[in-house]
Nanobody
Framework: QVQLVESGGGLVQAGDSLRLACAAS????????VGWFRQEPGKEREFVSW????????QYADSVKGRFTISRDNAKKTAYLQMNNLKVVDTAVYYC?????????????????????WGQGTQVTVST
């Protein structure tokens, strides 16, 4: 059973950058694809980005493409979400999630229901 803990959220101004981290424990991190989602109050959880277990494949929501970069360091059991040129609309609680996959499964997982393990979330607030 893998446990996930997000960090790196905070209050920033529009145009600033943040890097979120998702630290895993209790499992073999390299066996999990990792996704980042975000959720605003009263809204559904929204897909942000996904990275394959090897790190060789990634996918992004159109709203963040070109601004956000997902990466992972399997030796450190940590995934990252580098967020540049933040906008007010990026304000949300950000969650990382993990899904156990076989080595040859590099299909992007963009639905929250695809994931078995979730972190507690970290708040990102972007002000004008």
């Amino acid at each position: 059973q893998v446990q996930l803990v997000e960090s790196g959220g905070g209050l920033v101004q529009a145009g600033d950058s943040l890097r979120l981290a998702c630290a895993a424990s209790g499992g073999t991190f390299s066996r999990f694809g990792v996704g980042w989602f975000r959720q605003e109050p009263g809204k559904e959880r929204e897909f942000v980005s996904w990275i394959s277990r090897s790190g060789g494949f990634t996918q992004y929501a159109d709203s963040v493409k070109g601004r956000f970069t997902i990466s992972r360091d399997n030796a450190k059991k940590t995934a990252y979400l580098q967020m540049n040129n933040l906008k007010v609309v990026d304000t949300a609680v950000y969650y990382c999630a993990a899904r156990s996959t076989i080595l040859t499964d590099n299909a992007a997982r963009t639905s929250w229901s695809d994931y078995h393990h979730w972190g507690q979330g970290t708040q990102v607030t972007v002000s004008t």
